[in-house]
C-alpha cells in the first residue's frame, strides 16, 4: 500500500502542477466568470480543492483546525498556495510507514465522527482532487479556454515517472 499511497499523492501534485500551469496562462476574469457547475466558477472549484486537501491532511494529521478554511487572496497566491499545499500533502503521503497508513483516526463529517484508516482517507483525498480537476477542464472549454492542453491522466503520469516505452 505504501508504494500506492506514494504514486497516488505524487501524482495528485503533478497534476496540480500541470493544471496550475495552464490556468496561470488565462485571463483572470475567465477563472472568476460564473459557469453551472458543483462550485460556481474555476476560481471557487481551486478553493475547494486547496481547502479540502489541507482539510483533510489537517484531519489525518490530528490537528484541530476548521476543516474547510476560507481562502483570501488573489489568484497568484491561490495557484501558490494550492502547489504548496499539494506539496504537504505529498511529502506526508510518503513519509508513513505501512503501519502508519493503516492506523485509523477519528474525524467529523458533518456532524458526526468517523474512524478510518489513514490510506483510506488519503485515497478518497486524492480521488476528490481529481473529480475536481476534471470538472474545471469541462468549466474551461464552456468558457472557451479552447487551448486547454494539460494532460492531467494518472496513466500518463505513470509513463511520465517509470519512463514506460513506447511500442
Known amino acids: 500500500m505504501k508504494s500506492h499511497i506514494s504514486s497516488i499523492v505524487n501524482y495528485n501534485l503533478w497534476a496540480n502542477k500541470n493544471l496550475i500551469e495552464m490556468l496561470r496562462t488565462c485571463n483572470d476574469d475567465l477563472i472568476d466568470k460564473n459557469i453551472i457547475s458543483s462550485f460556481p466558477s474555476i476560481r471557487k472549484t481551486l478553493e475547494h480543492i486547496w481547502g479540502v486537501e489541507n482539510g483533510w491532511l489537517k484531519s489525518i494529521i490530528e490537528t484541530p483546525e476548521e476543516f474547510f478554511p476560507e481562502f483570501k487572496g488573489d489568484h497568484s497566491l491561490l495557484y501558490s498556495a494550492l502547489i504548496k499545499?499539494?506539496?504537504?500533502?505529498?511529502?506526508?503521503?510518503?513519509?508513513?510507514?505501512?503501519?502508519?497508513?493503516?492506523?485509523?483516526?477519528?474525524?467529523?463529517?458533518?456532524?458526526?465522527?468517523?474512524?478510518?484508516?489513514?490510506?483510506?482517507?488519503?485515497?478518497?483525498?486524492?480521488?476528490?482532487?481529481?473529480?475536481?480537476?476534471?470538472?474545471?477542464?469541462?468549466?474551461?472549454?464552456?468558457?472557451?479556454?479552447?487551448?486547454?492542453?494539460?494532460?492531467?491522466?494518472?496513466?500518463?503520469?505513470?509513463?511520465?515517472?517509470?519512463?514506460?516505452?513506447?511500442?
Open 85 to 167: 499545499g499539494s506539496e504537504k500533502f505529498a511529502q506526508f503521503g510518503e513519509s508513513l510507514s505501512e503501519d502508519q497508513l493503516s492506523s485509523e483516526f477519528i474525524t467529523q463529517i458533518q456532524d458526526k465522527k468517523y474512524s478510518f484508516q489513514k490510506q483510506r482517507a488519503i485515497q478518497h483525498c486524492m480521488n476528490h482532487t481529481t473529480h475536481h480537476r476534471g470538472q474545471i477542464v469541462t468549466m474551461a472549454r464552456q468558457i472557451g479556454l479552447e487551448e486547454i492542453t494539460a494532460r492531467l491522466d494518472y496513466i500518463e503520469y505513470v509513463a511520465i515517472t517509470e519512463n514506460s516505452e513506447v511500442i
